[in-house]
């Protein structure tokens, strides 16, 4: 056995040292110094030229906009009652995403009463929910009460939220609708002083804005705008008459199964509107029964011939332009007279009549031969003075001007038919105000229905004498033997005058009736107007006398009562 060091040598190959490769050390060098260049190229670009990219994209993650609601303005009468407030309420919204993120909607039991909480159908919440999987916020139900709120709450299920909002309540329901309106789902007016005053009761929303980090809790406070809070209105409404008002107007509606009725009273002193009703009304408490035949206010929006409720101021235009006085006897014949090729009638004979006779007894043929001698401009001057063809400054949504004629020419008849109420057409409102002129004196008052109006642009468009004098006239009317014997109110002297006007269809006039009552009280110092319309009363009785009347005579002497004033002492009673 040789020894290891009889090994022969083993020769080991010679190793060559790595060789460099310039071209691909370049190259590598090339990438290297390109990318280098791009990253800081691009750093520049975001950094230098866009810098405001990423800001904006990190604050669409993390800053949040919360909108402060400002609550809206109380609405109240000039007694301090609340006609509309608003209550806290709540909004039920579903997270799609979120709910299909945590499990769907497996639990069914849970999600079918939730249904049945929020009144919806079961299968209709659950597609609602299914068709919408990639959205973030959808509305299941608004203005919830508080009770089902908590118990939302208590059901504990991912992806549904409540949002605070608030709701309008309207504590004198039906009877106020028309003169207060209603708000929408939103909370802006619809209808009434709600949507006239809708910016003064709304106010400004504030905005608060926070930035919130992944798990959502409020890092910082960036900005905060306070929230101005919408005013309230006190309104020239007495609750009080209003109520009285709406109760016998829906009552007279019931009895001669009317199509509607229309009943405003006015200050004669101030103008202020101290109730405003119509029936057929709606519960603005109850979005179901928000049917626009019933929303419309028509004391403002609907216009009617006012036949024989006009006659007072066709004797003042007589007075005023020296065509009659106190002394003046109308020779009436027959109770028939030719007018060019047409007749004018009246209901009674009344022979020769004075001017308070013409107004007792209604005498068409009597206001018309005082039309026929005066030019028809001056009769249209006394129409417009008390604020017939106007708008009465009121502002509310939907109100009628009505149809004042202008013409180049007239004819005989059609002046003597706009002397008893045809061929123009007025408003209650309009019809009311022209009272309360009467009954102030001649002295025009703008018509207001806030509280805190301070305008004062009265003036005088009725000689006081004259005015004085037809006020004593209208008052005979409720008298015995008058026509309106059954809108007197005892113990107070009422000057008042009815109409009874046909309804105007195409072509000429229906078999359809207004029946209305117009007049103030007390006669000595007349402190309130009144205007009653009912709208197609059914069956034999349709006079404005005996249908609109009496309804005159109940909310006349409930206003007089409850505004404290005096009786001045009529000695005469209803027959």
Do not use: C
């Not at 009769?379 to 004629?405: K, N, Q």
């Not at 000057?495 to 009736?513: F, H, L, P």
């Amino acid at each position: 056995m040789s020894s290891p060091k009889n090994k022969p040598a083993v020769k080991t190959p010679d190793v060559e040292p790595p060789q460099l490769i310039r071209w691909r050390f370049y190259l590598v060098l090339f990438f290297i110094f390109a990318i280098f260049a791009a990253l800081v190229g691009r750093i520049g670009y975001i950094q230098i030229i866009e810098p405001d990219n990423l800001i904006k994209q990190g604050d669409l993650r993390s800053i949040r906009a919360k909108t402060l609601h400002s609550a809206r303005g109380i609405i109240s009468d000039r007694n301090g009652e609340p006609l509309a407030v608003s209550v806290p309420v709540e909004a039920v919204w579903a997270d799609p995403a979120t709910i299909f993120k945590e499990g769907g909607l497996v639990d069914v039991d849970r999600w079918h009463a939730l249904a049945d909480v929020l009144g919806l159908d079961r299968q209709d919440l659950l597609d609602k929910i299914n068709s919408n999987k990639t959205r973030r916020f959808i509305y299941l139900q608004r203005q919830v009460s508080p009770a089902m709120s908590n118990y939302i709450r208590e059901l504990k299920l991912s992806g549904i939220g409540l949002k605070a909002e608030s709701r309008r309540y309207y504590p004198a329901g039906e009877v106020s609708a028309h003169v207060v309106g209603v708000t929408g789902i939103d909370g802006h007016g619809l209808e009434g002083v709600e949507v006239t005053y809708d910016k003064v009761l709304t106010g400004e929303a504030g905005k608060r804005i926070i930035r919130k980090d992944r798990y959502g809790k409020v890092v910082e406070n960036i900005s905060l705008e306070e929230r101005e809070e919408g005013k309230p209105l006190t309104l020239t409404i007495d609750q009080r008459l209003q109520a009285i008002a709406y109760r016998e107007i829906k009552q007279a509606v019931a009895d001669f199964r009317a199509t509607s009725g229309s009943a405003v009273v006015l200050d004669v002193k101030t103008g202020a509107v101290l109730a405003m009703v119509n029936a057929p009304s709606y519960n603005p408490n109850n979005r179901a029964d928000l049917q626009s035949a019933k929303m419309r206010n028509r004391v403002i929006t609907d216009a009617f011939e006012p036949g024989s409720t006009i006659k007072p101021f066709v004797v003042l235009a007589a007075l005023e332009n020296g065509v009659a006085d106190e002394n003046t006897i109308i020779d009436t014949g027959s109770g028939i007279m030719q007018v060019g090729g047409s007749r004018v009638r009246d209901t009674s004979k009344v022979g020769k009549a004075d001017l308070t006779t013409i107004l007792k007894k209604s005498s068409n043929i009597g206001v018309a031969k005082l039309a026929l001698q005066m030019p028809v401009e001056a009769l249209l001057g006394m129409y417009s003075s008390v604020g017939f063809g106007e708008s009465s400054g009121l502002s509310l949504r939907g109100e009628s001007t009505g149809i004042f004629p202008d013409r180049r020419r007239w004819s005989n008849f059609e002046i003597a038919t706009l002397s008893f109420g045809y061929g123009l057409t007025i408003t209650p409102l309009q019809l009311a105000h022209a009272y309360a002129t009467l009954g102030n004196y001649g002295k025009y008052q703008p018509v207001h229905i806030l509280e805190n109006n301070s305008q004062d642009v009265s003036r005088q468009v009725i000689d006081e004498h004259y005015a004085r004098m037809v006020l004593a006239m209208l008052e005979t009317v409720t008298q015995p033997g008058g026509t309106a014997t059954k809108a007197a109110v005892p113990g107070y002297r009422v000057a008042a005058k009815t109409g009874t006007s046909r309804k105007a269809i195409a072509g000429g006039y229906g078999d359809e009736y207004f029946a209305y009552t117009a007049g103030v009280a007390p006669a000595s110092d007349p402190r309130v107007a009144l205007v009653v319309v009912v709208n197609e009363p059914q069956g034999d009785n349709y006079y404005g006398g005996s249908v609109a009347g009496p309804v005159f005579s109940e909310i006349m002497k409930g206003s007089l009562q409850i505004l404290n004033i005096a009786p001045d002492e009529n000695k005469f009673k209803q027959e």
